[in-house]
Every structure is written in structure tokens, then in C-alpha cells.
């Protein structure tokens, strides 16, 4: 069982449900040699299928509105960070230090697009902060892949040494990663059987009235609660002051959510005001580093029964990598997608940061789930993703969504003509911003942000 279908069913929704999407396949969206499309496809249209369920009950709908996928309007969203435009510039996506590089034996990727990344990388390699890429290059070239990756990890770098599909498959990570289910999700108690307030009126928003206290960072986390405010939740979204952040990737992620700078040791007292009206609390940085805030899933749902807590992390909670940060490139380097996508000669990748995107609409299908389903049965939840199980469930294939009995939508398989239909302009609080359309639809639902991107940290830290 694949495609949405088996997204569906690890969310534990009701199979007679997946009746209600229909889709429409478009040659060329999304191409690779993995089914990146296919994984797209079902990533949002299990989103989307989420948000019309929770709409249908909080509308009081005699049944859930029909759910409409599209691969135009999906390939589009999957690179959302690529048709940005403030005020005409296009976002800078990667520091010239984020790249493939050979070493003696292979080949390694890294990641320094913060500066404290950059510094590390350097540091570990023994070179100056005015290093330049030809002198990286010269001292990784020197070094075997794994050298370079234990050695830039233990300084608290980032850089993985690239893999095949099968020599990931031995590593004691990957061992780990596969016996955990895609979404891993349960209770935290048996707090009671959450209300959830009438909605009426157009659009239908499934998450008006919700709040949604933010803590991730980079794409995967931010998309989910993207898609969260885009349903009509109260995101606000907080970072530590002392973090930099990337403005135009802020700005991509931003829209509809509010952003605050809080410090959560020297602004614990504001923190816990948020936290006690909170209904949501998604976290994104790496395993345990929140614990030591008492922000672990079972310190939040005493102090806040009746929470939806949802995880993020790159390589999963467990297992020798548990604690290692990562991003979706590299996690591609180190699973095996990247020796897929390339040549002998060259690593490649995928089309899409699609391990980003894909996990950040399953988190938020996720979260719709648990509010779900509290609303029947109580108990504070939890649910828990990893880039490097998505990345399994797509290296070990993936149909697309016909295969599982998912009818494509009137104008069937149509080619992909690129992403214009999806694009849309607004002025903002940055400037003139393009971006691309959220691809969750269903009938009556939102069909744009009613909130433009901010400046990071330019908001009041507290509810609407």
C-alpha cells in the first residue's frame, strides 16, 4: 500500500474518505528518477484531505468536502523558495559554502548558509573565516569523505559524506529509521475531549480560532505551520534573538504567521503565557535541545493538558544520528538520493527540497489529525517526523495516487506548462512579494494567506 493511501492509513484516517480526492497528473511536474511527484502528490492531498475532515466537523457538514490535488499547483509550492520575488530580487537560496566538494575517496556535501555553520566548517577544516571556496576545496581534497564528516560534525558543522542507496541501508542510522512507522503519533494523557467552536461562513477554515505556538526553523516546520495559518490558525511563530535567521527564507515560509524574537531563559515568564493558551506547539530544532526548557512532549502536556505537540527533526529522535542536526540536502547525500539522481561523475538531487516540503504537509496532515480526533476521543497528542524516514518511504518507491484507486479529476493527465497559474503577488511588510500559491484545496476552502510575511521578529510576542 502506497501513495496517499498509505498516508492516510499511518494517520489513521477513515479509508472511505480517500473517495473524496481527486487529482490531476501533469507530465513533467516534478521530474526525476524517484517518484518525487508522486510523493508530492500524496503529501498534500492526505494535507488537504486532513484539513476538509477537521472542516467538516467544526461546520457540522453532512459529509467532508471533496478534495481537489493538483501537480501543477503542487510542483509549484515544492519549490516555493524559487518563484520568491521581493520587490523584483530573487532569494538567495545557498551560501557559496553549501555545495558538493570531492575528497580523496568521494565525495561530501555541506551546509553554511548561517554564519555559526560557516564559522564551524572552517574551523574544523583549520582554515581563517576569509577562507575561500578554492582553499576549502584544497583541504577536503586532501581528506577521505567520512574523515571529513566526523571531523566537521564533531566541531558542530555540517557535512555528509555521500552514500549509496545500499551502503546507507547498512548504516546503523538507517537501521533505526526503518523500523519507526512514517508518522509516529499517540497520547500523552487523557486530558478531556477537546471543543472545538462552530465555523461558518466562506472560506471554511478548519484551524480558525487555533493556536499555534511555532518553534522550527528552515523549510520543513515553517511549511507546516504555513499551511496551519493558511487554515486559519493563530501562528506565531518564535525564534531566539540570538539565532540568525535568513530573511528571504523567512520571508517564503512567513506568510501566514506573525513573528517574534523571545529568549526562553531571559523571557521564560512571557514564554509560559504563551504556552498556557496555546493549542499547538510545533517544535523543528534537533532531538533534546528544547528538552533542557522543559519543552519535551510530556513536560508541555502537564503544563498545558489537551496539546497537540508536533516533532521535527532531520534524522529522527533515536539512533547513533539522534542527535545530529541536518538538512534536507544532506540528508538526500546520505540516504542514497543523490547518488540516484547523479552520474558517476557528479552527485545530483532532487527537483524539489521534496524531503522538506513532503514532511512539512505531513506534519501539518498530522497535527489536523490529532485535533481530529481529540475532538472524539480527549488526551493531549503527539506526533513526530523525520526527513530521513520520508526519504525512505521514497526511496523504497511510491505509486502515484491513480495506482491506489485515487480517480485523477476531469481533465486527466495533462502536460506541465510551468508554474504561472500558481504564482501570486501581494504587498507585504517586506515589500512586493511573488510567491506561490498554497497547493492544499478543497471545496469552500482558503485560497490564499490572509497575512503577508513580516520581518523576523517584528511582532509582539502574544496571542491575537
Same mark, same amino acid.
Given at each position: 500500500?502506497?501513495?496517499?493511501?498509505f498516508?492516510?492509513?499511518?494517520?489513521?484516517?477513515?479509508?472511505?474518505?480517500?473517495?473524496?480526492?481527486?487529482?490531476?497528473?501533469?507530465?513533467?511536474?516534478?521530474?526525476?528518477?524517484?517518484?518525487?511527484?508522486e510523493l508530492?502528490r500524496a503529501c498534500?492531498?492526505?494535507?488537504?484531505?486532513?484539513?476538509?475532515e477537521?472542516?467538516?466537523?467544526?461546520?457540522?457538514?453532512p459529509?467532508?468536502?471533496?478534495?481537489?490535488?493538483?501537480?501543477?499547483?503542487?510542483?509549484?509550492?515544492f519549490?516555493s523558495?524559487?518563484?520568491?520575488?521581493?520587490?523584483?530580487?530573487?532569494?538567495?537560496?545557498?551560501?557559496?559554502?553549501?555545495r558538493?566538494?570531492?575528497?580523496?575517496?568521494?565525495?561530501?556535501?555541506?551546509?553554511?548558509?548561517?554564519?555559526?555553520?560557516?564559522?564551524?566548517?572552517?574551523?574544523?577544516?583549520?582554515?581563517?573565516?576569509?577562507?575561500t571556496?578554492d582553499?576549502?576545496?584544497?583541504?577536503?581534497?586532501?581528506?577521505?569523505?567520512?574523515?571529513?564528516?566526523?571531523t566537521?560534525?564533531?566541531?558542530?558543522?555540517?557535512?555528509?559524506?555521500?552514500?549509496?542507496?545500499?551502503?546507507?541501508?547498512?548504516?546503523?542510522?538507517?537501521?533505526?529509521?526503518?523500523?519507526?512507522?512514517?508518522?509516529?503519533?499517540?497520547?500523552l494523557?487523557?486530558?478531556?475531549?477537546?471543543?472545538l467552536?462552530?465555523?461558518?461562513?466562506?472560506?471554511?477554515?478548519?484551524?480558525?480560532?487555533?493556536?499555534?505556538l511555532?518553534?522550527?526553523?528552515?523549510i520543513?516546520?515553517?511549511?507546516?505551520?504555513r499551511?496551519?495559518?493558511?487554515?486559519?490558525?493563530?501562528?506565531?511563530?518564535?525564534?531566539?534573538? @540570538?539565532?540568525?535567521? $535568513? =530573511?528571504? *527564507?523567512?520571508a %517564503?515560509? !512567513?506568510? /501566514?504567521?506573525?513573528? &517574534? #524574537?523571545?529568549? +526562553?531563559?531571559?523571557?521564560r515568564?512571557?514564554?509560559?503565557?504563551?504556552?498556557?493558551?496555546a493549542?499547538?506547539?510545533?517544535?523543528g530544532?534537533?532531538?533534546?535541545?528544547l528538552?533542557?526548557?522543559?519543552?519535551?512532549?510530556?513536560?508541555?502536556?502537564?503544563?498545558?493538558?489537551?496539546?497537540?505537540?508536533?516533532?521535527?527533526?532531520?534524522?529522527?529522535?533515536?539512533?547513533?544520528?539522534?542527535?545530529?542536526r541536518?538538512?534536507?540536502?544532506l540528508?538526500?547525500?546520505?540516504?542514497g538520493?543523490?547518488?540516484?539522481e547523479?552520474?558517476?561523475? @557528479?552527485?545530483?538531487? $532532487? =527537483?524539489? *527540497?521534496?524531503l %522538506?516540503? !513532503?514532511? /512539512?504537509y505531513?506534519? &501539518? #496532515?498530522?497535527? +489536523?489529525?490529532?485535533?481530529?480526533?481529540?475532538?472524539?476521543?480527549?488526551?493531549?497528542?503527539?506526533?513526530r517526523?523525520?526527513l530521513?524516514?520520508?526519504?525512505?518511504?521514497?526511496?523504497?518507491?511510491?505509486?502515484?495516487?491513480?495506482?491506489?484507486?485515487i480517480?485523477?479529476?476531469?481533465?486527466?493527465?495533462?502536460?506541465?506548462?510551468?508554474?504561472?497559474?500558481?504564482?501570486?503577488e501581494?504587498?507585504?511588510?517586506i515589500?512586493?512579494?511573488?510567491?506561490?500559491?498554497?497547493?492544499?484545496?478543497?471545496?469552500?476552502?482558503?485560497?490564499?494567506?490572509?497575512?503577508?510575511p513580516? =520581518?523576523w521578529?517584528?511582532?509582539?510576542?502574544?496571542?491575537?
Amino acid at each position: 500500500m502506497t501513495g496517499i493511501k498509505f498516508v492516510w492509513s499511518a494517520l489513521d484516517g477513515d479509508p472511505a474518505l480517500l473517495t473524496r480526492v481527486s487529482t490531476v497528473v501533469r507530465r513533467g511536474a516534478l521530474e526525476a528518477r524517484l517518484p518525487v511527484r508522486e510523493l508530492a502528490r500524496a503529501c498534500v492531498g492526505t494535507c488537504a484531505l486532513a484539513a476538509a475532515e477537521l472542516g467538516a466537523r467544526r461546520a457540522g457538514l453532512p459529509e467532508v468536502p471533496g478534495v481537489h490535488v493538483d501537480d501543477g499547483a503542487v510542483a509549484a509550492a515544492f519549490v516555493s523558495e524559487r518563484h520568491l520575488l521581493v520587490d523584483g530580487r530573487a532569494p538567495v537560496n545557498f551560501a557559496p559554502l553549501s555545495r558538493f566538494w570531492r575528497t580523496a575517496d568521494g565525495w561530501v556535501r555541506t551546509h553554511a548558509n548561517y554564519p555559526h555553520h560557516r564559522a564551524r566548517l572552517l574551523g574544523a577544516l583549520g582554515l581563517a573565516e576569509g577562507a575561500t571556496v578554492d582553499d576549502v576545496a584544497g583541504r577536503l581534497a586532501e581528506r577521505s569523505a567520512l574523515e571529513v564528516e566526523d571531523t566537521v560534525y564533531g566541531a558542530g558543522g555540517l557535512a555528509v559524506a555521500l552514500r549509496t542507496a545500499k551502503e546507507w541501508a547498512g548504516h546503523p542510522q538507517a537501521v533505526a529509521v526503518a523500523r519507526r512507522p512514517l508518522v509516529e503519533r499517540g497520547r500523552l494523557d487523557a486530558a478531556h475531549t477537546r471543543v472545538l467552536t462552530p465555523v461558518d461562513g466562506g472560506p471554511l477554515l478548519p484551524a480558525a480560532g487555533l493556536r499555534v505556538l511555532d518553534l522550527t526553523r528552515v523549510i520543513a516546520g515553517p511549511v507546516a505551520t504555513r499551511t496551519l495559518g493558511l487554515l486559519g490558525a493563530d501562528v506565531l511563530r518564535v525564534d531566539a534573538p @540570538q539565532l540568525p535567521e $535568513l =530573511p528571504d *527564507q523567512h520571508a %517564503d515560509t !512567513g506568510f /501566514g504567521k506573525r513573528s &517574534a #524574537a523571545l529568549d +526562553l531563559v531571559a523571557d521564560r515568564r512571557a514564554f509560559e503565557e504563551l504556552l498556557a493558551a496555546a493549542d499547538v506547539v510545533v517544535t523543528g530544532y534537533r532531538p533534546g535541545a528544547l528538552d533542557r526548557f522543559g519543552l519535551s512532549p510530556e513536560a508541555l502536556a502537564e503544563r498545558r493538558p489537551g496539546l497537540v505537540v508536533a516533532q521535527l527533526s532531520a534524522w529522527g529522535a533515536y539512533g547513533p544520528w539522534g542527535e545530529r542536526r541536518g538538512f534536507d540536502s544532506l540528508v538526500q547525500v546520505a540516504t542514497g538520493i543523490a547518488a540516484v539522481e547523479g552520474s558517476p561523475e @557528479q552527485p545530483g538531487a $532532487l =527537483p524539489a *527540497q521534496a524531503l %522538506d516540503h !513532503g514532511t /512539512g504537509y505531513l506534519l &501539518a #496532515a498530522a497535527v +489536523l489529525r490529532a485535533l481530529t480526533e481529540q475532538s472524539y476521543e480527549g488526551g493531549s497528542r503527539f506526533v513526530r517526523l523525520a526527513l530521513a524516514r520520508t526519504a525512505a518511504w521514497l526511496t523504497g518507491g511510491i505509486s502515484d495516487g491513480i495506482a491506489d484507486g485515487i480517480e485523477p479529476g476531469p481533465s486527466g493527465e495533462v502536460p506541465y506548462d510551468g508554474p504561472r497559474p500558481w504564482l501570486a503577488e501581494a504587498d507585504g511588510g517586506i515589500g512586493r512579494l511573488r510567491y506561490a500559491l498554497s497547493p492544499v484545496s478543497f471545496a469552500g476552502g482558503p485560497a490564499d494567506w490572509v497575512r503577508p510575511p513580516g =520581518p523576523w521578529g517584528g511582532d509582539a510576542a502574544r496571542w491575537l
